[in-house]
């Protein structure tokens, strides 16, 4: 029985083989599981039949696209837009990873509604996520609204749009935490984890920003709105419609990672997954949301050591923490991300930034396009498919 409900869970057999192999690598140091029974712990966290059974299915099965962001310093997550190339990749979305919802990330405004309006006309339901880093709250504040006032245009004519009036804003935006660009509020890792897990001396400042932006925003924008939030921000969700979480799983909440999730339910409201994924490469599985943090940081166009690349760990982890995720009952899921053509694939492991990258497919450099979709210059990964069935069987 056991067999039979994880091969369905993965669609086939061989996959199956290779997902539990996989897994149980992670797992295999008995301290990692406390001494539990590993055929329990796998069917626990690998396939939950109540998904199936009872009928606990994401309304939005949804995928993150971004159309670049401004990272300051001369760093664009997309530096070039074509907008005939974002109509295929977003009907490659809905047609082929059978999503039904996309997240919709970037700076420029133009790229932003561009892409909304073509989504919305696809019959995707958008949720459209501004994204000004590294700005004073004045800054943030009168964009946002800007972007909202452009949005509630689109929504006027297609209904199904949600604005995302801020992402990980402690982090991104200037104020809360000292530190003139995300890199900097990151800081010590020690020091930060005092100064937020302890002292969480900045969800007043947070909170204080999102009442006076989200009234702003409600001005000019009449439908649901919400905040994409970092695992550290405590955020007053009596602002939102939604609850929203940037979703990582780690080495420190492995096995903790469905059951953390049961207190964001309080709020009696819509709990939404706003980022899920990880990399590509062995260990990534450990870093959760830090899994990016392997460039190096004095020559951007190399990585900061030897890695090896691991497509089928993040498809296996990736579906893993979808099936998590859906028996816990979230309202839905933006799988992160779609591609990151700013990180492209070089076959010397050292220059593969790819493997710096969250996306669902390897991104080429030099005009190269790739062999499933000739006209597109990436190929899928692994996870690319394994999102694929599991979005298409659920």
């Known amino acids: 029985m ?12 061989e996959v199956t083989s290779l997902c ?35 009928g606990k299915i994401m309304k939005r099965k949804g995928m993150n696209y971004d159309v670049g962001i401004d990272f300051g310093h001369g760093y664009i997550s997309r530096p070039t837009f074509d907008a005939s ?15 039904n919802a996309v997240r919709i990330s970037g700076t420029n405004i133009s790229r932003l509604m561009t892409t909304a309006e073509d989504a919305l006309k696809q019959g ?28 509630e245009a689109l ?34 890792p020690l020091s930060v984890w005092w100064k937020l897990k302890v002292l969480k001396l900045h969800n007043k400042p947070l909170n204080t920003f999102l009442a006076k932006e989200n009234k702003a925003v409600r001005e000019v924008f009449h439908g649901q709105v919400t905040y994409a939030s970092a695992p550290i ?16 799983r780690g080495a420190k909440n492995r096995n903790t990672y469905g059951e953390r999730l049961k207190r964001h339910f309080a709020h009696g409201k819509p709990v939404m997954i706003t980022e899920v994924g990880l990399c590509a490469y062995q260990g990534a599985e450990d870093k ?10 004095a020559n951007p166009k190399q990585l900061n050591g030897n890695y090896i690349r691991d497509e089928s760990l993040q498809a296996c982890e990736l579906t893993n923490m979808l099936a998590i995720l859906d028996d816990a009952r979230v309202s839905g899921a933006f799988v992160f991300t779609f591609v990151a053509p700013a990180l492209p694939h ?43 069935n599991y979005f298409s069987s659920h």
């Open 124 to 151: 995707l339901e958008v949720w459209l996520s501004p994204h000004l880093h590294d700005k004073t709250a004045q800054e943030t504040l009168e964009y946002t609204v800007q972007c909202a006032k452009a949005a």
């Open 155 to 188: 929504r006027t004519r297609w209904p199904k749009l949600v604005f995302i009036q801020g992402c990980e804003l402690t982090w991104f935006m200037q104020g809360i935490l000292k530190g003139n660009n995300f890199m900097e509020r990151l800081g010590n």
């Open 233 to 248: 921000e405590a955020v007053d969700w009596s602002l939102f419609d939604f609850i929203g979480l940037d979703y990582y």
């Open 2 to 13: 056991q067999t039979h409900r994880i091969t369905n869970f993965f669609g086939r057999a």
């Open 288 to 297: 959760g949301g830090r899994g990016f943090m392997i460039v190096d940081q």
């Open 346 to 388: 070089n076959e010397d492991p050292l220059h593969d930034l790819d493997l710096a990258s969250y996306a669902l497919v390897k991104s080429y450099a030099d005009n190269k396009h790739g062999d499933t979709y000739p006209d597109m210059s990436w190929e899928p990964k692994e996870s690319f498919k394994a999102v694929a």
């Open 20 to 54: 539990l192999n996989k897994l149980l690598s992670i797992h295999q140091d008995a301290s990692s599981i406390k001494g539990l029974d590993y055929w329990s712990f796998l069917i626990q966290d690998a396939y939950h039949p109540s998904s199936n059974e009872k």
């Open 85 to 99: 190339v974002m109509h295929r990749e977003i009907t490659i979305i809905k047609n082929d990873l059978h999503c």
